[in-house]
């Protein structure tokens, strides 16, 4: 299984990205998406899940600004982030917990990481 991470950019503050995680390869399922963030010089952080019947979950720096959504189809996790701030700017990786085709198992994925700036 391999997770695409893409949407990164740079933009000023008070704007918006539009973060998107592609999973592809032998998967049955995704039981849950979420997106972590590291900042120079700090611990990894979650940012926002979304589990496979659609229940959210969101730190508190994130909540009412992003949207975790997911297209259950297409393998495909979103993170919309709005009214960005200076305090926004990390790397940002996507992770997956996906049972694999054949199997009742359970495994963690992780997507390379896509950098968000967020200028003042």
């Known amino acids: 299984v391999q997770l695409q991470a893409s949407g990164g950019g740079l933009v000023q503050a008070g704007g918006s990205l539009r973060l998107s995680c592609a999973a592809s390869?032998?998967?049955?399922?995704?039981?849950?998406i979420s997106w972590y963030r590291q900042a120079p010089g700090k611990q990894r952080e979650l940012v926002a899940k979304?589990?496979?019947?659609?229940?959210?979950q969101y730190a508190g720096s994130a909540e009412g600004r992003f949207i975790i959504s997911r297209d259950s189809a297409k393998y495909t996790g979103y993170l919309q982030m709005n009214s960005l701030k200076p305090e926004d700017t990390a790397i940002y990786s996507c992770n997956a917990n996906v049972v694999l085709s054949g199997t009742l198992y359970e495994y963690s994925y992780w997507g390379q990481g896509t950098q968000v700036t967020v200028s003042s």
């Open positions: 390869g032998n998967i049955f399922k995704i039981n849950a």
């Open positions: 979304v589990r496979g019947a659609g229940e959210t």
